[in-house]
């Protein structure tokens, strides 16, 4: 049998639990298999499977059908143009949480922000570490507290400082929110779980059954970890500092809200994501 073959069946099976993506999903398992790139695919179609891979690629769209995402299944995920590592230990790096790096490093540009040498940042639950290596590898003055309530979360995010080589500049500490943090930072950015009791009973088995729950549900309005970690900003942050949250859609007003409360002078802005959803919360006390 073909590369070309094998291909079109299993885009046939993967339809059945992800009919949007399944040319997409067959063919990135396929180049896991074979090894390959897109380009090296496209070359190869006509050419003969061994049994070995055919066999191997059986058990990954396997894996699929029963609902496993693809990143857990090949081991990767793309994020802010890097690649990290990912286990079912980590919530898999979503697109729409690039904007939240975006927002760091375009508020780390700004005129008035003097961090000296040095910027001082903390990720508070850094899972697999994307938003904590992306802003190292991005700013390369930036030093980063990544903390994670997860030991497990965190072996992952080590993992990638060690692939990224930022392991001089970002330090893995595990902890319960700003817990961790010993000094006042420039700059706390966080995405918290956010989900709802309620959402997350309705969330894809891909998600709600694979993903770290620890990772996701933030009790019955989806704001739990956000009220607590606002309660522990003061002292944290220096004079001039920021903090920038991820929220869910339709949260951002009550977190405004939530933040008001402790910093009722603070500079607040709401940034939408690319689906024009309110989806970062900058907060300037
Ligand atoms: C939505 S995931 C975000 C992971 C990663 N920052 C990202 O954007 O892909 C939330 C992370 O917060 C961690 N977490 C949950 N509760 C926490 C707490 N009380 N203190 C610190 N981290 C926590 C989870 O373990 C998980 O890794």
């Not at 930036?142 to 497990?152: M, P, W």
């Not at 080589?165 to 010993?182: A, F, I, K, N």
């Amino acid at each position: 049998m073909n590369s070309g073959t094998v291909l079109r069946a299993a885009e046939r099976e993967i339809a059945l639990v992800a009919r949007e993506e399944a040319h997409l999903e067959a063919e990135v398992l396929l180049m896991h298999v074979l090894q390959t790139d897109r380009v090296g695919l496209y070359t190869q179609l006509e050419k003969e499977i061994s049994a070995i891979q055919a066999e191997k690629y059986h058990q990954l769209v396997q894996r699929r059908l029963l609902h496993e995402p693809l990143s857990y299944i090949i081991g990767h995920r793309e994020f802010f143009d890097f690649d990290f590592y990912v286990d079912n230990r980590v919530l898999i790096p979503r697109p729409e949480t690039e904007l939240v790096v975006q927002t760091c490093l375009d508020y780390l540009k700004e005129p008035f922000i003097d961090c000296g040498e040095t910027c001082y940042i903390a990720d508070i639950g850094t899972g697999s570490g994307a938003i904590a290596i992306s802003l190292a590898l991005s700013y390369h003055r930036a030093v980063v507290y990544a903390s994670d309530i997860s030991i497990d979360a965190l072996e992952v995010a080590i993992k990638n400082c060690h692939r990224h080589g930022v392991r001089s500049r970002v330090y893995c500490s595990p902890g319960d929110m700003l817990e961790p943090l010993t000094q006042p930072v420039n700059l706390i950015v966080a995405n918290l779980p956010y989900i709802s009791d309620a959402d997350f009973a309705e969330l894809s088995p891909e998600i709600n059954v694979y993903e770290p729950a620890v990772a996701l549900a933030g009790g019955v309005d989806g704001l739990d970890c956000m009220r607590r970690l606002l309660l522990q900003i003061r002292g944290k942050l220096r004079a001039g500092g920021a903090v920038v949250l991820e929220v869910g859609e339709g949260q951002a007003h009550s977190v405004v809200a939530l933040a008001r409360e402790q910093f009722s002078h603070a500079r607040i802005d709401i940034i939408n994501d690319y689906a024009a959803i309110e989806r970062v919360v900058k907060i300037m006390p």
